[in-house]
């Protein structure tokens, strides 16, 4: 079974054990989705480089959709229970630029210099940035559900 395969799977059985053990007028559900990769040339530990990338993409169009992305979507579609979504991996593409990279230490000795150039850090961000603004908007899903239940008390 290819990781697709298996993502698409584990997806399902967590959708369908929401939708039989929990009660949304108790429970609100998040799911966060993942953090995307901006790596180029090769993954993290085989010469993968994100230190070029100094600017956030500004079009939509020049967003990847990744397999993974398309299956969570899929998934939480067809729930019957309502699910939030935070969908970092879209907000967070546009943020290529944000990553420590290899500028993560300030005084590096040469040899952490040339072992930083083929193992950048790419899969964390710089604080404060990116996770943030997961944050608020999980805060502001909550609040404004909060508010919404003041104004609309259950019958």
């Excluded at 991996?89 to 500028?103: G, V």
Aim: aromatic share 10%; proline share 6%.
């Amino acid at each position: 079974m290819n990781v697709e395969e298996a993502f698409h799977k584990a997806l399902l059985t967590w959708a369908q054990w929401i939708d039989s053990n929990i009660d949304p007028k108790k429970t609100t559900v998040f799911f966060r989705g993942y953090s995307p990769s901006h790596f180029r040339g090769g993954e993290w530990n085989s010469g993968g480089k994100c230190d070029n990338e100094t600017e956030p993409l500004e079009s939509e169009s020049d967003l990847e959709t990744p397999e993974m992305m398309m299956t969570i979507d899929s998934v939480i579609k067809k729930m019957k229970t309502p699910v939030f979504y935070l969908n970092i991996t879209k907000m967070t593409y546009f943020r290529r630029d944000a990553h420590p990279s290899l500028f993560r230490n300030e005084n590096m000795t040469e040899e952490t210099k040339r072992h930083m150039l083929i193992h950048q850090d790419c899969s964390h961000w710089c604080l404060p940035g990116v996770p943030d603004l997961w944050n608020e908007l999980v805060y502001a899903h909550l609040l404004y559900n909060l508010n919404r239940n003041k104004n609309n008390p259950p019958k």
